[in-house]
């Protein structure tokens, strides 16, 4: 079945820092892929996503590019904040399930130091 | 607008227990989700319920079980609670059935079992 692999944490790094996180899928078709993020004590919140092959998503700064080749989605910042600590998950679904569901990675926590 | 809203905030309950997790979806949003975050699992499908039918439901066991009513908000009840089923539950709404349709998630309610 379809899952995602994505780094396990926690990442810590210093303010101003380049973030990567890697996440690699599997999926039958042809997936959606998304990056969630997770603030302390709230729910998720859609980041970024990409909808088809080499698209890139982008919010806040971060981005991320649909690697059909490599199957990868991995996230980046160039220059992280405090404010960006916070749980982030990678996430697929497939537009031609019936399935209609999200399937997560197992998320990948980040600490950043100021 | 109001976002997707969920209660309780935290529930406390002993194992055998019922619980009765509430969730009300954003205004014209006809579907509803349920996920588990239990701790070091990541996100897991529960239940999936639009026009008032469950349409999907996860790896759970039938004492997992929910429903819609008519003005699209839902409960969440699980029966003979055990410790395992310690998690946070979050719901989520979209616009109807399809991927395309981004859900919104809700701050979630942090069940914890004795």
């Known amino acids: 079945g379809d899952s995602v692999t994505q780094m396990e944490g926690p990442v810590t790094l210093s303010e101003e820092a380049f973030l990567t996180i890697n996440c690699t899928y599997t999926?039958?078709?042809?997936?959606?892929l998304f990056w969630y993020v997770q603030y302390p004590g709230e729910g998720l919140q859609l980041l970024l996503k990409?909808?088809?092959?080499?698209d890139k998503g982008s919010n806040k700064g971060f981005e991320a590019t649909y690697r059909k080749e490599t199957t990868s989605f991995h996230l980046e910042k160039g220059s992280v904040q405090v404010s960006d600590s916070a749980v982030y998950f990678c996430?697929?679904?497939?537009?031609?399930?019936?399935?209609?569901?999200?399937?997560f990675g197992k998320g990948t926590r980040l600490h950043i130091l100021p | 607008e109001a976002g997707v809203t969920q209660s309780p905030t935290h529930l406390i309950k002993t194992r055998g227990q019922q619980a009765t997790l509430r969730c009300s979806p954003i205004?014209?949003?006809?579907?509803v989700y349920w996920y588990q975050q239990a701790l070091g699992l990541g996100l897991q499908f529960l239940l999936w319920?639009?026009?008032?039918?469950?349409?999907n439901r996860g790896n759970f066991p039938p004492r997992f079980s929910g429903r819609q009513f008519p003005n699209y908000s839902s409960e969440l009840n699980v029966n003979a609670l055990e410790l395992e089923d310690s998690a946070l539950y979050l719901c989520?709404?979209?616009?109807?059935?399809?991927?395309?349709?981004?859900?919104?998630f809700g701050p979630g309610t942090r069940l914890t079992v004795l």
């Open positions: 205004s014209g949003h006809t579907s």
């Open positions: 990409a909808t088809k092959a080499d």
């Open positions: 989520a709404s979209s616009l109807g059935q399809g991927s395309y349709n981004e859900q919104f």
């Open positions: 996430a697929l679904s497939d537009p031609w399930s019936r399935d209609d569901k999200i399937i």
């Open positions: 319920y639009d026009e008032g039918e469950e349409r």
């Open positions: 999926a039958t078709g042809y997936p959606s």
